[in-house]
Antibody, heavy 126, light 107 residues
Framework: EVQLLESGGGLVQPGGSLRLSCAAS????????MSWVRQAPGKGLEWVSA????????YYADSVKGRFTISRDNSKNTLYLQMNSLRAEDTAVYYC???????????????????WGQGTLVTVSS | DIQLTQSPSFLSASVGDRVTITCRAS??????LAWYQQKPGKAPKLLIY???TLQSGVPSRFSGSGSGTEFTLTISSLQPEDFATYYC?????????FGQGTKVEIK
């Protein structure tokens, strides 16, 4: 059974830092791209960042580029999100999400998310 | 970024009703669209990908259609467990984006 378990959320002051972790199990972690998706209180979903299965390629939303860093440790089956220079607008539940690994016609497409963690709340406030 | 606009934003329906939610893209996205269901306090759940492919384990009362700029999610006979918020998401163009959501509530 696929399981994704986030941790590391909490209350942080503006300008502060936080590191989120997502422990994965039940699948071959290194074979799948992973993403972080966030949801501000009462709002919709926003994709934040993605990383390839090998960790060699990373992608960021403009809203977090230069402040957040995604990484993974395939030996530990764990995904990370280092968040620096946090702002009030970063307040959200952060979900880690596994890529479906959808391939058709010899081409594989990232960003269909077939499993999600339970989420971890990050609150940026003084 | 591609904008996805869902309609309606709110829908009141009864058990057994046929429900249709529309998602319109600001530019063509071929068939690179997914639908998710989210219940309060829970993570989203993938229902449909590639516009019309039912994710494993999802009941067959859910179906998706469309291509280009207009897509629909249909629930053929609404069940009590289907009351939730539904989101569309595109991945044709980077970055991936989501619609604003459609909340389906009990009439």
């Amino acid at each position: 059974e696929v399981q994704l378990l986030e941790s590391g959320g909490g209350l942080v002051q503006p300008g502060g830092s936080l590191r989120l972790s997502c422990a994965a199990s039940g699948f071959t972690f290194s074979s799948y791209a992973m993403s972080w998706v966030r949801q501000a209180p009462g709002k919709g979903l926003e994709w934040v960042s993605a990383i390839s299965g090998s960790g060699g390629s990373t992608y960021y939303a403009d809203s977090v580029k230069g402040r957040f860093t995604i990484s993974r440790d395939n030996s530990k089956n764990t995904l990370y999100l280092q968040m620096n220079s946090l702002r009030a607008e970063d307040t959200a539940v952060y979900y880690c999400a596994k890529d479906l690994g959808y391939c058709t016609g010899g081409v594989c497409y990232t960003y269909y998310f077939d499993y999600w963690g339970q989420g971890t709340l990050v609150t940026v406030s003084s | 970024d591609i904008q996805l606009t869902q309609s309606p934003s709110f829908l009141s329906a009864s058990v057994g009703d046929r429900v249709t939610i529309t998602c319109r893209a600001s530019q063509g996205i071929s068939s690179y669209l997914a639908w998710y269901q989210q219940k309060p306090g829970k993570a989203p759940k993938l229902l449909i990908y590639a516009a019309s492919t039912l994710q494993s384990g999802v009941p067959s009362r859910f179906s998706g259609s469309g291509s280009g700029t207009e897509f629909t999610l249909t629930i053929s006979s609404l069940q009590p467990e289907d009351f939730a918020t539904y989101y569309c998401q595109q991945l044709n163009s980077y970055p991936p984006t989501f619609g604003q959501g459609t909340k389906v509530e009990i009439k």
